[in-house]
Nanobody, 123 residues
Framework: QVQLVESGGGLVQAGGSLRLSCAAS????????MGWFRQAPGKEREFVAA????????SYADSVRGRFTLSRDNAKNTVYLQMNSLKPEETAVYYC????????????????WGQGTQVTVSS
């Protein structure tokens, strides 16, 4: 499995921006599709965005499309989630995940997960 460490979370006002990073180690990063999920208190973990192994394809939840951008740098073993126009209801722990040989919007397809980074959006 690949080890994942998220960073970049924090407190931001509504309408603000944050960029989350997820650094991978332990396996060949370029063999993995990557995804971001989030979980708010008392709610299920939900899909946010995913990116293909090459980075040529991305997928977004309807709720974030047009505001969030997911990218990857295979040379740095890192994926980035740029989040703009954040809303208070997007307060959650954001998790990075890796899926060997595939990419998906489904949690069950991911083999490795990071510990998460807290994003708090104040109104």
């Amino acid at each position: 499995q690949v080890q994942l460490v998220e960073s970049g979370g924090g407190l931001v006002q509504a309408g603000g921006s944050l960029r989350l990073s997820c650094a991978a180690s332990g396996r060949t990063f370029s063999n993995y599709g990557m995804g971001w999920f989030r979980q708010a208190p008392g709610k299920e973990r939900e899909f946010v965005a995913a990116i293909s192994i090459s980075g040529g394809f991305t997928s977004y939840a309807d709720s974030v499309r047009g505001r969030f951008t997911l990218s990857r740098d295979n040379a740095k073993n890192t994926v980035y989630l740029q989040m703009n126009s954040l809303k208070p209801e997007e307060t959650a722990v954001y998790y990075c995940a890796a899926a060997r040989g595939r990419w998906s919007a489904s949690r069950s397809q991911y083999d490795s997960w990071g510990q998460g980074t807290q994003v708090t959006v104040s109104s």
